[in-house]
Structures are given as structure tokens and as C-alpha cells.
């Protein structure tokens, strides 16, 4: 299959394979296209095409899900970076304030 080209010249990836891969997809999906594609022919040519659907819908499920883990994994990093510095931060406050509160007293 040769690659498609934009009109400045990249290059768009191949089209993906319309192949199911087992990973991708819930059992059930699977077996219902294999009883799917045991039905006479009328009958396949109207599910079928739900069924790849189905299939694109999950595929777009599981991508999202994935991308929200993600987003809430790299979350929980920055608040555990946050409070690491919340907690640097009052800890050099309260040194500052000793000083401050050391020089104070020399003055008096």
C-alpha cells in the first residue's frame, strides 16, 4: 500500500490494519463478530459494518481511559512534588524566622 503525501509534502502514516488484534478488545466483541461472520451474507453486510464500530469505539474507550490514567497518574506526581515543596519552603520560613528572631533579640 503506498503512503499517502499532504500538500506540503509530509507524509501521513499507512492507514492502520483493519485486522482485530485480541488485546485491543473485550472477548465478547470477538466472539461476536465470529458469530457474525457465520450469518448468510445479507445478514453480515448489515452487521458487519456495526460490529467494526463497535470494534473503533472500543479501541477510542480504551485510548481515552488509558489517557485519563495518565493525566490523573502524572496529577498525583506533581501534588507529591508540590507538598515536597510546600514543606521545603515553610521549613526555610521558619529557619528565616529564627534568625530573624535571634537578631531581634541581640539588638535588645
Known amino acids: 500500500m503506498a503512503t499517502r503525501t499532504w500538500k506540503l509534502g509530509k507524509k501521513m502514516s499507512k492507514p492502520k490494519s483493519l485486522e482485530w488484534r485480541k488485546d ?3 472477548s465478547e466483541l470477538i466472539e461476536l463478530k465470529g458469530h457474525i461472520e457465520q450469518l448468510p451474507l445479507h445478514l453480515r453486510q448489515k452487521l458487519l459494518p456495526l460490529c467494526e ?19 490523573v497518574d502524572q496529577l498525583q506526581l ?18 528565616l524566622l529564627r534568625e530573624i528572631r535571634g537578631l531581634d533579640e541581640e539588638m535588645q
Request: hydrophobic residues 30%.
Open 24 to 26: 485491543q478488545i473485550p
Open 78 to 95: 506533581d501534588a507529591k512534588y508540590m507538598q515536597f515543596d510546600v514543606e521545603a519552603t515553610r521549613r526555610e520560613r521558619d529557619e
Open 53 to 71: 464500530r463497535l470494534h473503533h469505539y472500543t479501541r477510542l474507550h480504551s485510548r481515552l481511559l488509558r489517557i485519563a490514567q495518565d493525566a
